[in-house]
T-cell receptor, first 114, second 112 residues
């Protein structure tokens, strides 16, 4: 069964800390993995997309890595800020899924305290 | 750039009534999706469309129908709403089956 797991479910850190969010997935036959951010009551904002052939992607203070063979991805946030507080979702596209659907983890709710 | 526009933003609907949630994208993306998001269950795919004129069923299609008459629009219809369809509905699109997906701001639907 295709599953995406995100641990921890919630994380609270003081401002300025570097932090890592984890995502694991069953089966390495993926097209890609995408990280999203969701603010309360809002839609999903795409942060980073990593294709199956890539090891990492960077955007500003964010760095996402992918280890397909072990079924893991991490989202590293450098020098966290209160504005980073949100729920972070990881989603996987498997190759043999019809329609290219994304399967989501349950998310990690991040709180950055000033 | 507008991206994906969903309407309405929120709606309260009486059980048994029908409703169409609208989704329009201006990126000329081929693939479009409807997800619902529920506390504790996360995001689940309802229906999808790879190109105009084609649609497919996702994980939770029962009680919903879609159409894809053109590239830009992908409406989701509830023929006879039930309280279990109370949820936040998100429309998404991507250029292809393995490219970046973008989401709309969602429609919060309450069926009473």
């Amino acid at each position: 069964k295709q599953e995406v797991t995100q641990i921890p479910a919630a994380l609270s850190v003081p401002e300025g800390e570097n932090l890592v969010l984890n995502c694991s997935f069953t089966d390495s036959a993926i097209y890609n993995l995408q990280w999203f951010r969701q603010d309360p009551g809002k839609g999903l904002t795409s942060l980073l997309l990593i294709q199956s052939s890539q090891r990492e992607q960077t955007s500003g203070r964010l760095n996402a890595s992918l280890d397909k063979s072990s079924g893991r991805s991490t989202l590293y946030i450098a020098a966290s800020q209160p504005g980073d507080s949100a729920t972070y979702l990881c989603a996987v596209r498997w190759i043999y899924n019809q329609g290219g659907k994304l399967i989501f983890g349950q998310g990690t709710e991040l709180s950055v305290k000033p | 750039t507008a991206g994906i526009t969903q309407a309405p933003t929120s709606q309260i609907l009486a059980a048994g009534r029908s409703m169409t949630l609208r989704c329009t994208q201006d990126m000329r993306h081929n693939a479009m999706y409807w997800y619902r998001q529920d506390l504790g269950l996360g995001l689940r795919l309802i229906h999808y469309s790879n190109t105009a004129g084609t649609t497919g069923k996702g994980e939770v299609p029962d009680g919903y129908s879609v159409s894809r008459a053109n590239t830009d629009d992908f409406p989701l219809t509830l023929a006879s709403a039930v309280p279990s369809q109370t949820s936040v509905y998100f429309c998404a699109s991507s250029e292809g089956l393995n490219t970046e997906a973008f989401f709309g701001q969602g429609t919060r639907l309450t069926v009473v």
